[in-house]
Every structure is written in C-alpha cells, then in structure tokens.
C-alpha cells in the first residue's frame, strides 16, 4: 500500500504537476512548526571558535591538505543547481569547479541523480529511492571523509529555503517508488529509538543571514524548529547527512565532520538564482568550520543586504584566510561586482540601519577607516582585497584593529554603468580579531 499524502492545496497540485514533480513534493513536507529568522537561544550544539585548533584535521589543513565537503541534491532545482560541483563529466561536462573552491581551502562535491526519462526517482547517484540512497551516501562519504555535508531537496511551492532543524528516525516512512516501498532496515539507525531525532549542526542563523544579505528577489530563508523533514527522501537523506556527522563527531577523530544538515529549497526558486544561493549556502557553512577548526581564529558575521548593480542583484562581501592578526594573510572578496571596477574596502566599530548611500546603503556608522589602496574588480566580476597591516595605506586603521575587537567592513566601488549615482556598496561582514 503507497502511504504517500495528498497535497495540501489544489494551487500546489497544479503547479508541481507542470513542474513533473507532484507526487514527489507532495510527499516531501511534513507539518511545518515555528519558523523562525533567527534561533531564539544560541544554538546548542555548535562548537566555539578555535574548539578543533591542533585536531588531526587541523593539523592535515595547516600542511596544506584541503578538506571535503559533501552536497547531495534530488529534484530539480536541487540537481541542476548543484551540477557545476559535480566530478563527474557526464553530469558537468563544463567541468568541475570544486577544488579549493573559490580559494577557501575546500574541495566542494556534488551528487544528484538525473531525469532524462521523467518519472519520480530518476536515475544514477541517489535515486529517490530508500535502498538506493542509503547504498550510495556510506561508500561516497567514506571515500571523501567529508569536513561537512550539505543535503537538499525539493520544498513548498515558493520561493523558501528552509532549513531543518529536526530529523528524525522513523521507523514508518512514506513509500517510495520501487519495492521496498520502505526502508530497510526501518528505522535505519539501530544505535537510536524510534522517532527519537538528531539535531542539525549547520550554523542556522548564519546560513539564514549568509542568504539574506544576497538580496534576491523574494528568497525566503527561515528555520523550521521542529516539523521535520516530511518522512519521505527528503528528511531520509538528512538523517543520513547528521547520522554520519554523530558517527564522526570527536575533534581526535581524523575524520571529524564538523557540520551537517538538510535545506529544503522551494519549487519556485528559478535555476539561476537556486545556483547562486546554494553557493551562499555553502560559503557560509564553510566560514564556520574555518571559525571551529581555528584556520580563521575568529566569528564572522553577515549583515546588511546588497543593492543592485549593473549586470547583477548586487555585489556581495565574504571573507578568506584569518583573523589572527599575527597570520596577516585576511582577505575580503567580493563578487557580483560590476567588472572593471575600482573597489576600496572601510570598516567601523559599530552597525547601523541602512542608510541611502550612492545607489546603495550603509550599515557601518562613522567614523569610518579606510583600508586602500582601492583596486580594480576583474571581468568575472570578483575583487580580492587584501587586509594588509604592512601596507601604509592600511597602517592607520590596523594600529586600531586589536585582537578581541570587532570591525565591520563594507566595500564602495565606482559603478560607471549604473544610471544612477555611479557608485555603490557591497553588504557587509562583521569580524572579530584574534591575537
């Protein structure tokens, strides 16, 4: 007997039913409890900063071994959004764009199955299928060891990403496609009771922030407290994801997974903007386990969303490399910028409400240090700054930058096709320093 539930509006029916994907949305969602912007008490199990300094995978990273990070996705837009992380050239014939990613130190891995019949289940790595998913997810994450893993899937029939805070054990799941309709064994985790859950370990309020800031269009980020994955793949793959995280959670470990956790991403978030968040996603994640294993020494935080730029939604901050003061190897970058563009970092003490500035706005009070020399964006619209306290034009804010302080950074930069003011500010990034 096929235990899958009816969707919940005639609306949603009959959009996923364009889409090629009711039965598998409609079996994806479970009750949605409280969602939340932020966690309303700090989040419990995330390590403090500096918690993994002189583990074996610190040790690995400072000799230049770069980590994994694991991303699985299952319908569309979860696959096609993912596919440019994919290794495999049958999948990504554009070839793969993971390793040391962005300059971060990661290499980032993506696994998905395709479509090219139609149907629910697809076919290839992690088909929508219980037996499958659980024969594919153990040999790949013991192959990469991953540091973290991201899981998606598909959501409501909006624009949401939501994060789930709750997974949980099931021992009756929604049947899937092919028998065995269900898992086996069922409940997959013999270590657990039934129905007892595992918590995400993905920063929550910073993944939520990491999105805000983009800017785009009507995304909607929010936590789900305590609703659940839905009982279907979807909250099954992200058991799997925090399952494996439990097995390897002892920083002595030399497989310690730092983070892992499950994003539902809605059905009406377009492909091109499902790309450029999900890479939000895992930017920020990755920023946290900088912070946990101590190669970044420091917190960060995202603030302050982009405005609108010529040729993109807005140029967005981020930051590389550390916050120990004594590495003085910092580094923000930015990308969405207009290309060919002088940039010139400036920080501040304090955070402010948006102020109209130019074509964009402020969010750092004055008085403000500048930090030049200004330089000029590249064609593929990014701009590295470094933060060099050796350089003279950055000497008279670092000799104010002390370790234990927090300093918030925007970027200005000339934006000479803009019919507006002709320049504009990037969102903002709030650090805290280390000795």
């Not at 920023?287 to 190669?295: A, K, L, P, Q, S």
């Amino acid at each position: 007997m096929n235990t899958r539930p009816a969707i919940r509006t005639l609306f949603h029916a009959g959009l996923l039913s364009l889409l090629f994907l009711a039965p598998a949305a409609s079996a994806q969602r479970g009750t949605t409890s409280v969602r939340v912007k932020r966690l309303p008490t700090p989040q419990p199990n995330l390590y403090p900063a500096g918690f993994g300094v002189n583990s074996p995978r610190f040790n690995r990273m400072a000799s230049g071994q770069r980590p994994t990070i694991m991303l699985t996705g299952y319908w569309s837009p979860t696959n096609g959004m993912l596919r440019s992380f994919s290794a495999n050239p049958r999948q990504n014939p554009d070839g793969w764009i993971g390793s040391n990613w962005e300059g971060r130190g990661y290499d980032v891995y993506a696994f998905f199955p395709e479509y090219p019949n139609g149907g629910y289940q697809g076919e290839g790595d992690f088909e929508v299928d219980y037996q499958d998913t659980s024969q594919d997810f153990w040999p790949i994450a013991a192959d990469l060891a991953p540091i973290a893993i991201i899981t998606f899937s598909l959501g409501y029939a909006d624009n949401s990403w939501e994060l789930e805070r709750v997974n949980r054990n099931h021992a009756q799941w929604v049947d899937d496609y092919t028998p065995p309709y269900q898992p086996t064994p069922s409940p997959p985790d013999a270590s657990l009771p039934a129905e007892e859950r595992r918590l995400s370990s993905l920063p929550l309020d910073d993944v939520v922030a990491a999105i805000e800031v983009m800017n785009l269009e009507d995304a909607d980020p929010y936590i789900d407290m305590g609703g659940g994955g839905g009982g279907f793949l979807s909250e099954f793959i992200g058991y799997h994801g925090v399952w494996y995280k439990s097995l390897h959670d002892d920083p002595r470990d030399p497989d310690w997974c730092v983070a892992a956790g499950h994003v539902h991403v809605g059905a009406l978030n377009r492909l091109f903007r499902a790309r450029k968040l999900s890479k939000q996603v895992v930017r920020a994640v990755i920023r946290y386990v900088d912070e946990v294993i101590g190669v970044s020494g420091g917190r960060t935080e995202w603030f302050c969303p982009t405005s609108p730029a010529t040729g993109s939604t807005g140029a967005v901050l981020t930051v590389r490399g550390s916050h120990f003061l004594s590495q003085n190897d910092l580094e923000l970058y930015t990308i969405q910028i207009p290309p060919l563009q002088l940039g010139v970092p400036f920080c501040g003490s304090g955070q402010t409400r948006p102020a109209p500035f130019g074509d964009g706005q402020v969010c750092i009070p004055q008085p403000h240090l500048r930090l030049g020399p200004p330089r000029l964006s590249t064609t593929g619209r990014d701009l590295t700054l470094p933060l060099d306290s050796t350089l003279p034009a950055q000497a008279s804010a670092f000799a104010q930058i002390t370790a234990g302080s927090t300093w918030n950074f925007q970027v200005w930069y000339r934006d000479t096709g803009s019919a507006g003011a002709g320049h504009n500010l990037t969102s903002a990034i709030g650090l805290t320093f280390a000795p």
